[in-house]
Every structure is written in C-alpha cells, then in structure tokens.
C-alpha cells in the first residue's frame, strides 16, 4: 500500500470512530440519562478504543499483506548471444502483483449498543431497588369512615330485606298505655313532640316496646314513620331504649330530665 492509500486509511478509520465515540456520548447523554461529563469521557474512550482497533485491523495488516504479496527482486539472467543479427530480444513483461482491495469499516452499531446497554443496566437496577411508597397511612386514615358506611349498608340491607320478604307476626302495638301511663318517649334522642306522638298514635308507648324490635319490627314501624322514615336506625332508638327500659339513665336523657333541651 503507498503512503498516501495508507494516510487515508488511517484517516477513514478515525472518522469512523470518531463518529462511533460521538454517538455512544449522545445515547448515554439523552437515552440513559447520564451526566454530561461522564458522558463525554465514555464516549472519547470508545473513539479511542475503536480508531486503535480500526486502524490496526484494516490500515496495519493491509500494508503488511502489500509487502508480503510483492515478490523480492531477483537478478535477472545473463541474455544468450543472438543466433542471428536479424533477431531482436523480446522484450520481458513484468507482472505487477494486484494492490489488495481495503474491505470497508464495520458499522459500530452493534459495539454502540452493548455499551449502551451496558451503561443502562446499573440506572434500570436502582430504579428497581427503590422500594413503593406504602399506602397503609391512607388505608389506615379511611378504615374508621368504612366501617361506619359497612354498618349503616347493613342496617339498611336489613331493613330491605324485611320489607321486601316480611316474616309472619309484627311488633307489639298498644291501644293504650299500660297502667295509663306511658313513659316520656322524647328521653330518646332523636324523638321529638312530633314523633311522640306519631308513635303513640300507632301504639308505641313504653320503652321495652322498642328495645325488642328486631329488624322486622323496625320496618314495619319505619313504614307507619310518614316523613320521619329512617330515624329508628340513624338515631339508634332501640339502643337508647334498652338502656332506659332497665330504669337507666343516657347522656341524652339527663339533659332532658334537667329541662335542657324541651
């Protein structure tokens, strides 16, 4: 190879790494996120990795393979004496061996992409490494709220179910007060003038009457409650009412037996 193929060699070759050490400091700058500098280090050591590589695969072996395919010179043999002054010498043709054709530089795809991978794979494992933020405090903060809406769903469902399919016999209703005295409904919470006397009316006046209803039972009453309906479950009567029936005393109750709140 002359002096000038091999300076171009040299020079294709260290363009071609010099674009390789380019794009694998793009990749690492844009794909995997890595620092400007450090990308610029990587990328200038592969430039100089691969020109070195370049340059002794394709420029150093093809002017070594030119030196070896050109024959040494031998000394040329004494010419014999013409036969005849007529007869001239033929001339000799001398062979020049064919210059070997430079095979063109890999493309430095695959080698740009082990190393990408290569640098990708400790950012992709620390993001793997982080460990969830545990939702518990918000699971927590909700389980009170969740449990009351469970309660309030079943004493609804309940309540559906027994007006849906009511089962045979109902709550006990009065004409009349027992003894003629019928206790101060209104010492439940929730029950006013109004619904003392809208219970009266269809035969609710004692305590232990509403502390033995079942879920049945308040569905029929919750039925007869015209304008009132659901305030047996929200205001929890049949609670208060077990409470009462024993001769016990609610918070509720001493407000109202102090005249606090009629």
Not at 11 to 39: E, P, Q, T
Not at 49 to 62: E, I, K, Q, Y
Not at 210 to 225: L, P, Q, R, T
């Amino acid at each position: 190879m002359s002096e000038t193929s091999q300076a171009d060699c040299r020079r294709n070759s260290w363009l071609v790494a010099l674009a390789g050490g380019a794009l694998v400091a793009l990749m690492l700058l844009f794909v995997a996120h890595y620092g400007f500098l450090k990308a610029l280090v990587i990328g200038l050591i592969f430039f100089v990795a691969l020109g070195a590589f370049l340059v002794w695969a394709f420029c150093s072996r093809s002017d070594v393979a030119a030196h070896q395919a050109v024959p040494a010179p031998q000394p040329a043999e004494p010419a014999p004496r013409p036969a005849a002054p007529a007869a001239s010498a033929a001339p000799v043709a001398v062979a020049r061996a064919p210059e070997p054709v430079a095979e063109p530089a890999p493309e430095p795809a695959k080698a740009t992409s082990a190393v990408v991978e290569a640098a990708a794979k400790p950012r992709a494992a620390k993001a793997a490494a982080k460990p969830a933020k545990p939702a518990a405090r918000k699971a927590a903060a909700k389980a009170p709220a969740a449990e009351k809406a469970a309660t309030a769903m079943g004493l609804d469902a309940a309540l559906a179910k027994s007006k849906d399919d009511p089962k045979p016999g109902e709550p006990e209703m009065l004409s009349a007060p027992r003894g003629g005295k019928a206790d101060d409904l209104k010492m439940i919470k929730g029950v006013g003038p109004k619904l003392e006397a809208l219970l009266n009316e269809v035969g609710v006046w004692h305590f232990d009457q509403i502390a033995s209803w079942k879920a049945k039972d308040i569905a029929f009453v919750d039925e007869k409650m015209v304008g009132f309906h659901g305030r047996i479950t929200r205001d929890e009567w049949v609670k208060q009412a077990k409470v009462l029936a024993k001769g016990e005393k609610t918070e509720f109750s001493a407000r109202v037996a102090k005249g606090d709140v009629y």
